[in-house]
Nanobody
Framework: VQLQASGGGLVETGGSLRLSCAASGRAFRSTTVGWFRQAPGKEREFVAGFRWREYYADSVKGRFTIFRDNAKNTVTLQMNSLEPEDTAVYYC???????????????????WGPGTLVTVSS
């Protein structure tokens, strides 16, 4: 399974970005997909996930939306009202044996993309 995230960049506070994760070797509809982020000096943290429904970290709820396109085999993270605290490298990940209680744990995921940098200027 290979994952590739794209769409990162530099945006001002209050702006929007759309991240996309494409997969080869695995259909997203048959697995759990998560978006994580890691800021400098911090641990990797859960942002959003999708299996049969959407899951969000409290810090992004109402601002970010995750959705899946089965025809294109992509998972998109639409990020609105971005804040400087959202600055991080964003990763998409896939897990085959994830249950709801482990959705937010990075160690539960089997495959990771290389990450894309999101920078929000103040």
């Amino acid at each position: 399974v290979q994952l590739q995230a794209s769409g990162g960049g530099l945006v001002e506070t209050g702006g929007s970005l759309r991240l996309s994760c494409a997969a080869s070797g695995r259909a997203f509809r048959s697995t759990t997909v998560g978006w994580f982020r890691q800021a400098p000096g911090k641990e990797r943290e859960f942002v959003a996930g999708f299996r049969w429904r959407e899951y969000y970290a409290d810090s992004v709820k109402g601002r970010f939306t995750i959705f899946r396109d089965n025809a294109k085999n992509t998972v998109t993270l639409q990020m609105n009202s971005l804040e400087p605290e959202d600055t991080a490298v964003y990763y998409c990940a896939v897990g085959d044996r994830i249950i709801m209680s482990t959705m937010r744990e990075p160690t539960a995921y089997d495959y990771w993309g290389p990450g894309t940098l999101v920078t929000v200027s103040s």
